[in-house]
């Protein structure tokens, strides 16, 4: 059984940093790309950023140039170092493990971890 288990968030001042962890379990073969979203209340679900296995990144406008995505393919796990926060970063930060293939299966199915609460507030 795939699990995803995210760690890292809280509570953190407006201009403060966070770092994000998520770390896929199981009978892992291989993951395309490991990425994060959010979703804040009343709001969609949104791409903040993803990293596949070849290192290629992308970032959602609002997260460029404060937020960096990293991922340590041995131990699939993913980071997301965050920045000069905002009161707007505020929501609940998911990770997501895209196109995840088990040992032994040629089937690829997406994950996704519990999520974390990142709350931006003095």
């Known amino acids: 059984q795939v699990q995803l288990v995210e760690s890292g968030g809280g509570l953190v001042q407006p201009g403060g940093s966070l770092r994000l962890s998520c770390a896929a379990s199981?009978?892992?073969?291989?993951?395309?790309?490991m990425g994060w979203y959010r979703q804040a209340p009343g709001k969609q679900r949104e791409l903040v950023a993803t990293?596949?296995?070849?290192?290629?990144?992308r970032y959602a406008d609002f997260v460029k140039g404060r937020f960096t995505i990293s991922r340590d393919n041995a131990k699939n796990t993913v980071y997301l170092k965050m920045n000069s926060l905002k009161p707007e970063d505020t929501a609940v930060y998911y990770c997501n493990a895209d196109r995840l293939r088990r040992t032994g299966s040629n089937v690829a199915n997406d994950y996704w971890g519990q999520g974390t609460q990142v709350t931006v507030s003095s």
């Open positions: 199981g009978s892992i073969f291989s993951i395309y790309a």
């Open positions: 990293t596949t296995s070849t290192n290629t990144t």
